[in-house]
């Protein structure tokens, strides 16, 4: 079992889904973002970056973060992500449209681009379904998962960048599962931490 440490920015839904939830039996440790610096991150075998963090204290720590994915580790990026800090990061900003399910008939948008990846053994499309606020274009040789109809990945997988493994989604499963809506986002945690701690990535 891989040991999972999560970058804790402090906002009630960041302690509602990684401090009192049935996700916490998953993290080894919860680190508080301002002592993000002086933390030794090579302890873990993957470090999740929730959405909505203090970006500027994420840039802040970049190189610490790039470090510890050249020496393998797993790094997870929820959420848009407007700074960059991650490898190859090409973010595109579009607009969210909250209300495109109310329409008879509407499709989200969203592809599978690679469905045999064993990701998909642990969720579904239909979990990673609510909305995207933009899209990454990885760097090239990035495994994407979930991308819009157009090519822009929403869920991606880069080996490519350093020796380790960047799992970086436009997805913000914790924000809405943390503020208690959004009924999928809490599919896709269900799936997705036991990936993390015991699947192939």
Not at 5 to 16: E, L, Q, Y
Not at 83 to 107: L, M, V, Y
Not at 122 to 130: E, G, K, P, V
């Amino acid at each position: 079992m891989r040991k999972i440490a999560v970058i804790n920015g402090g906002s009630s839904f960041h302690n509602r889904t990684y401090r009192e939830s049935k996700y916490r039996e998953y993290i080894t440790e919860l680190i508080y973002l301002p002592e993000l610096e002086e933390t030794d991150l090579m302890r873990f075998d993957v470090v999740i970056f929730p959405s909505q963090l203090h970006l500027g204290l994420v840039k802040k720590n970049a190189p610490k973060i790039r470090e510890y994915a050249d020496h393998g580790g797993i790094v997870v990026s929820f959420g848009p992500q407007p700074i960059e800090w991650i490898p190859g990061q090409n973010w595109e900003h579009r607009e969210t449209n909250f209300w495109w399910w109310t329409k008879k008939g509407a499709s989200s948008g969203l592809v599978l681009r690679n469905p045999k990846h064993e990701l998909f053994d642990y969720i579904t499309l239909n979990d990673a379904t609510w909305h995207q606020h933009g899209v990454y274009w990885p760097p090239e040789g990035s495994d994407v998962l979930i991308s819009t109809e157009d090519g822009g990945a929403v869920l991606y997988v880069d080996k490519v960048s350093t020796k380790g493994t960047w799992i970086v989604m436009t997805l913000d499963p914790d924000y809405h599962y943390g503020s208690y809506f959004m009924p999928a986002t809490e599919r896709f945690l269900d799936g997705l931490f036991p990936w993390l701690r015991d699947g192939i990535i």
